[in-house]
Nanobody, 121 residues
Framework: QVQLVESGGGLVQAGGSLRLSCAAS????????MGWFRQAPGKEREFVAN????????YYADSVKGRFVISRDNIKKTMYLQMNSLKPEDTDVYYC??????????????WGQGTQVTVSS
């Protein structure tokens, strides 16, 4: 079992920055692919970015590429999302997710409770 807790959301003006954190429980954090998703009320959940386990690559949605940076600290069992040049359309609830990297087909099995990000114009 993996439990995920997000933090770092808040209210920021357009052009500003926020750093989200996702703290994980469990002993094999490095075996999990970690991802960030976001969802607004009434809309489908949207992929933001993900990062593979130890030394793996990272991938971004086109809408955030060049502005957001995903990273992880396997010793602290924490994943981060540095969000820069924020836009009002980035306003959403952001969720972190974890999936065992060797599961086939791959799926995210664990989700956090979400943290609200609001970008004012």
């Amino acid at each position: 079992q993996v439990q995920l807790v997000e933090s770092g959301g808040g209210l920021v003006q357009a052009g500003g920055s926020l750093r989200l954190s996702c703290a994980a429980s469990g002993r094999t954090f490095s075996s999990y692919t970690m991802g960030w998703f976001r969802q607004a009320p009434g809309k489908e959940r949207e992929f933001v970015a993900n990062i593979i386990g130890s030394g793996g690559g990272s991938y971004y949605a086109d809408s955030v590429k060049g502005r957001f940076v995903i990273s992880r600290d396997n010793i602290k069992k924490t994943m981060y999302l540095q969000m820069n040049s924020l836009k009002p359309e980035d306003t959403d609830v952001y969720y972190c997710a974890a999936g065992f990297r060797y599961s086939a087909p791959f799926r995210y099995d664990y989700w956090g409770q979400g943290t609200q990000v609001t970008v004012s114009s």
